[in-house]
């Protein structure tokens, strides 16, 4: 089955909605969880490399002190920037949505 | 036109990150099966993972635009840079489209000529 959710999901709902062995509702929490998680994952994975960049000159033996202010600093500002490209995108959409 | 179809749906807003309001029903209607309130949450859910996804792609290349070395805040300007970021991004992918739409029908209109 296509699709990024798996076959479980069609075989299971297919099968009689509200009355069948799996509330849809509850389905459809999970996956939210599921996906609040891996968009987690992804905005830490990114962090860790551009902070990284950033941060770490030579490697050393281990992280020094001004490495590891650095890399506290750096993800703080990293979620900022964040924050700030979500609400640009989200104000363009918004624009793009209302001149159509 | 045919051939332009998808292109000018992707401007329309059905594909492009230039909008968001891509709803890809075609792509939707596989899952979820009969259950209409399982098609519509992952019409939703698709959408809006979209947009997570261009918000880490556009944060991680406009960090590299706009960001020196980080410090104890994000300064005015950084800010300004990040959100004109956004903005020229959005441009250039809206940009692309359309010039490509453009040569597209240029070239259609001559292929059609020559089969005559």
Redesign the interface.
């Known amino acids: 089955?296509?699709?990024g959710?798996g076959s479980e999901?069609?075989s299971e709902?297919?099968s009689g909605?509200a009355g069948g062995k799996l509330d849809?509702g509850l389905i459809?929490e999970q996956?939210?969880v599921q996906?609040a998680v891996a968009?987690a994952q992804?905005?830490l994975q990114?962090m860790t490399?551009?902070?990284f960049r950033?941060?770490i000159g030579k490697p050393g033996g281990s992280l020094d002190n001004a490495e590891q202010k650095?890399i506290a600093?750096?993800m703080?500002?990293?979620m900022?920037?964040?924050n700030?490209?979500?609400r640009?995108?989200?104000s363009?959409?918004q624009r793009?949505?209302a001149n159509? | 036109a045919r051939r332009t179809g998808g292109l000018r749906a992707a401007r329309e807003?059905r594909g492009g990150p230039?909008?968001?309001?891509a709803m890809d029903a075609p792509?939707a209607a596989?899952?979820?099966?009969?259950?209409p309130?399982?098609q519509r949450?992952?019409e939703v859910?698709t959408q809006?993972?979209r947009?997570?996804q261009?918000?880490?792609q556009?944060?991680?290349l406009?960090?590299?635009k706009?960001?020196d070395?980080?410090?104890?805040?994000?300064d005015s300007r950084?800010?300004t840079c990040?959100?004109n970021?956004?903005?020229r991004f959005?441009d250039t992918s809206q940009f692309i489209l359309n010039r490509l739409e453009q040569t597209q029908k240029s070239k259609s209109a001559f292929s059609e000529s020559l089969s005559d």
């Open positions: 089955m296509e699709g959710f999901f069609g709902f297919g909605g849809p459809m996956v939210k996906i968009n992804e905005l990114r490399d551009r902070c950033k941060c650095c600093m750096c703080d500002r990293y900022d920037s964040w700030t490209v979500s640009a995108y989200n363009r959409l793009e949505r159509m | 807003g230039g909008t968001g309001a792509s596989g899952l979820g099966g009969a259950d309130q399982l949450f992952i859910e809006k993972q947009f997570q261009l918000v880490h556009m944060t991680e406009c960090w590299e706009c960001m070395k980080p410090g104890p805040k994000l950084a800010e990040f959100v970021c956004v903005e959005i």
